[in-house]
């Protein structure tokens, strides 16, 4: 029989399958790597003896957190407690669009500001280069995640104090995921979530996964880094050198459009702090 691997605990996993959940071991074969199975996993078992007999292939597979199948990824950012911050924010869309992962923004906390406009401007910057951005403040917005969220599994990635286990107990208060009173002190949440799961909502399945502070940020090349700041890539075409990376390069239309502020600053300071980090990276690699 078929099922998807919705928790991995101690060396058992359990698989959903026709509307019943099985305990299951992997077979002999994956007794040493039990690592090999993971929370999201596609699996054939027997429901006679509680084995798991094969992993079917992933359409992708993150190591931190440990989930494979991903069709959806929600980044959660608050616009305050913890402060935004748009350099994590850039960090895992870069990240995840190179691993082809279908990105989704939500902003939430807009109650703890008094004055909307800054918000408005990245909220309009982010969708117009091709990101869904939602707020946790508008119901309309919180009907159109429900529909992302059916049919789909879905992580949601963030800062630990953002709110994301809130916003799914929101949804569904039989979830009942134990959310964090943040340390003023530190101005972050302590770490409540700590395993992985999925949980059932809206007829599809959510990751509330813990950190994603330290998400693994390694690239193949600069190149194709460069790919993952998507209006970048769009508009690359018109820099005079076909492989330009928008760094020190002549005529690049990149530059030109940060000087125009068509491209936001910010974005682009990123940009140049990310390919520093990379090239330092690729450095040591080789
Ligand atoms: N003011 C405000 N506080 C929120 C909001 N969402 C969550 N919080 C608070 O932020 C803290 C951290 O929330 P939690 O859901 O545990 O964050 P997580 O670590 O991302 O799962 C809790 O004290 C929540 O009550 C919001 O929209 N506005
Ligand atoms: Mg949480
Ligand atoms: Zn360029």
């Known amino acids: ?162 709110g994301k286990s809130t916003l799914l107990n929101l949804f569904d208060e039989s979830l009942n995921i134990k959310t964090d009173v943040i340390s003023k002190a530190l101005g972050r949440g302590k770490h409540t979530t700590r395993h992985v799961e999925l949980l059932p909502l809206f007829d599809g399945w959510v990751a509330d996964t813990p950190g994603f502070g330290t998400v693994d940020f390694s690239f193949d090349d600069l190149l194709s880094f460069s790919h993952s700041f998507v209006e970048f890539f769009h508009h690359s075409s018109s820099c005079k050198y076909p492989k330009c990376l928008h760094l020190e390069e002549p005529d690049c239309f990149i530059k030109t459009m940060v000087q125009k502020h068509e491209i936001l600053p910010s974005r682009y300071e990123n940009y140049v702090l990310f390919s520093q980090e990379i090239k330092q990276t690729l450095k040591n690699k080789y």
């Open 1 to 162: 029989m078929q099922g998807l691997v919705i928790k991995s605990l101690s060396g058992d996993f359990t698989v959903f399958s026709n509307h019943q959940n099985y305990i299951c071991k992997p077979k002999g074969l994956f007794k040493y790597q039990e690592k090999l199975v993971k929370v999201g996993d596609k699996v054939v078992f027997d429901p006679e003896t509680l084995i798991i007999d094969e992993v079917l292939p992933r359409k992708n597979d993150l190591i931190r957190p440990a989930i494979a199948n991903i069709d959806k990824i929600f980044c959660v950012f608050s616009v305050k407690e913890p402060e935004l911050n748009l350099n994590l924010l850039d960090r895992l869309l870069s990240i995840f669009t190179y691993h082809n992962l279908h990105c989704l923004i939500i902003f939430t906390k807009l109650d703890l500001l008094t004055d909307y406009q800054d918000i408005d401007v990245l909220i309009q910057y982010y969708q117009k280069i091709g990101y869904a951005v939602y707020t946790s403040a508008s119901a309309l917005d919180l009907e159109a995640i429900k529909k992302e969220i059916s049919q789909s599994i879905c992580a949601f990635a963030g800062q630990s104090g953002v």
